[in-house]
């Protein structure tokens, strides 16, 4: 009985001595203060005017520059860029001073006769 009675004990004592060893070891980690947000904000877009096409003077087929303005001016850093084929996957950058915006298409050149929208992209 006497036998009986230290194995019962050390089957009970064996877990809760394993499992204060995990928590003493579990209590040891630290982790370093962190931030995390979440948040919305409102997403509004430009207007847009004032669209000019530059043709090529050799080819006027081939169109080399389109400028417009924008109401706001964009922020410094701002990825600009147009898009002049509408099922086409060639985009080109711009740049700006202040509202006015310049994107030369030359790389790939634009064509008039591809040409069938314009569609502005600004991120900032």
């Known amino acids: ?10 089957v009970v004592s064996v877990p809760l001595v394993l499992g204060a060893a995990s928590f003493a070891l579990a209590a040891a980690n630290t982790v370093p203060a962190s931030k995390a947000g979440d948040g919305a904000g409102a997403v509004t877009g430009y207007t847009v005017s004032n669209i000019q096409y530059t043709l090529n003077g050799t080819n006027p087929q081939n169109i080399d520059q389109v400028d417009f303005d924008v109401d706001v001016a964009p922020p410094a850093g701002a990825t600009m860029e147009v898009k002049l084929v509408a099922v086409g996957s060639d985009w ?4 700006n001073v ?17 040409a069938d929208e314009l569609r502005v992209v600004i991120v900032q």
């Open 98 to 114: 202040t509202t006015a915006i310049t994107c030369v298409t030359t790389a790939p050149q634009a064509t008039v006769a591809t």
């Open 92 to 95: 080109y950058s711009c740049t």
């Open 1 to 10: 009985m006497k036998r009986l009675r230290i194995a019962l004990i050390a």
